[in-house]
């Protein structure tokens, strides 16, 4: 058995990676990998004097579970990171057992990626921007709240949604779900989201360079050396300083894309020297199932949330979305977006129409499952000509765009038994304000912003899958990763 975390989940070329490891056994060694067009293998460190660690109780007491609120405080192993390893994700593989053993265990590749015994890691070039003026936001927060660190037989069910950890907070102490972000737990996400779609950026030969949460988080000026900030996948968890650096940022004429979903649904609170954070959220306390207020969603004016809509940033939100029924990732409708503004250069070179001649719409990804498994959407009305426009009751910006739209509720009755995208967004919102839709769109407020409304975007456009998602996403990065500002009134240069 072999288990572990990085103390920190991004390091600079040159510095020092430090990895908390527990194993029974006596030795285990390192292998590194850097995700891009394929899984690189970049080298083996150790071997390591081995330490069986115990995980820290749950207070629950129930012997099966694992604290998802302590700092497990496994040993530590220093590893230099060459200052010659380029920008990237990588991946830590940890191999238990002496030489001869370790020989035994297949060198990973593109397929071995998701599992245990791993973790991932950014490393960040010396001198910023560098090596591309494009940055990959790895949503690590969002990782950790679902984080439930299992192991191979051990089935741990720890996070902010299987058992977590409440607290009253006082004395400086934030009230909320805590979790630490010194877990073990394994490779999941990484695999689904962000492996093919990195894959993809570099066949396709984009310079690009990668941050976590925490690094946005604490940096003030990290965004100022790129020109278009990628948020990747699911991106659910944010903290203050996140999404005050991002809207600076937009508003300085940084431009974002949005290839994710349920964006900034929940607000976070860094503490513990920024090793942990608490979100106070509707999740179970106790027997209290859900827990509300749930004061840290973002859109619910105070004191019932924090009263600033995701949807402002972003253009749309998941209380207009939704999230998929059945096991993660499900299958689902494949119809695709309903294009609209085929005419705008996101669009460029698709070949994609939008009806204005007559005759049915395209549908952009039709065949794939690109809408889901979460999806945000924004509040709308048809104008006389059927073409579904952004209305502006719940924070979208008025130059907002609908570019493409799924409609939920008319397709799927059953498209999930809470409305608006969360359970508990009828009981804040009791008025409908918009039919349910996946929405994907582009704003501007000084930069621009674009936002494909679903998570699986990078999975269908990193695979391949359908030659119009992939066409759309070259333009907006072509577009985008020099600072182009779009002319004001919600054209966004079409």
Known sequence: MIEGYVGRESVTAGEVLRLHVSTDAEEFRVRFHRLGRELAPMGESGPYPGVLTAP???????????????????????????EEWPPGIYLAHLVPGDERAARSVPVLGDDDIEGFAREFFVVRPRHPGSHGRILYKKSTFTRHAYNRSDNEGAVRDSNLYENPVYQEGGDGEPRGHKLSMRRPGGVIDLAWWDAPFIAWLERSGYAVEYCTDLDLHEDPHLLAPYDLLLSVGHDEYWSDAMRDQVAAYVSGGGNV?????????????????????????????????????????????????????????????????????????????R?????????????????????????????????????????????????????????????????????????????????????????????REPAITSPRAATMGIHTAGGTVFTAGTVDWPVVCGRELDAGVVRVTRNVLDRLSHRVTEEPGGSAGR
Not at 62 to 70: G, I, K, L, R, T
Not at 271 to 285: I, L, Y
Not at 297 to 307: D, I, K, Q, R, T
Not at 402 to 420: A, C, Q, S, T
């Open 56 to 82: 820290p109780p749950h207070p629950d007491g129930v012997p099966e579970h694992a604290s998802p609120a302590a700092d497990w405080e496994f040993p530590a192993y220093e590893f230099a990171v060459p």
């Open 257 to 333: 894309a949005f290839l994710s979903a349920n964006t900034c649904w929940w607000r976070v609170h860094l503490t513990d020297g920024n090793t942990a954070f608490v979100s106070d959220t509707d999740h179970r306390v106790g027997e209290d199932y859900p827990h509300l207020p749930a004061t840290d969603l973002w859109w619910p004016p105070p004191p019932e949330g924090v009263g600033r809509p995701e949807n402002t940033l972003t253009g749309v939100t998941f209380r207009n979305g939704g999230m998929w029924p059945g096991e993660w990732p499900g299958d689902r409708p």
């Open 335 to 427: 119809e695709g977006y309903t294009v609209q503004h085929a005419d705008h250069w996101v669009f460029e070179g698709t070949g994609l129409r939008d009806g204005g001649d007559g005759g049915p719409p395209d549908r952009l990804g039709a065949g794939t499952a690109l809408i889901g498994y979460e999806c945000d959407g924004a509040a709308f009305a048809y104008d006389e000509h059927g073409v579904a426009r952004a209305s502006g009751v719940d924070g979208t910006p008025e130059s907002f765009l609908i570019l493409g739209i799924y409609l939920l509720d008319p397709v799927h009755e059953n498209f999930h038994h809470l409305k608006w995208g969360h359970w508990n967004c009828p009981e």
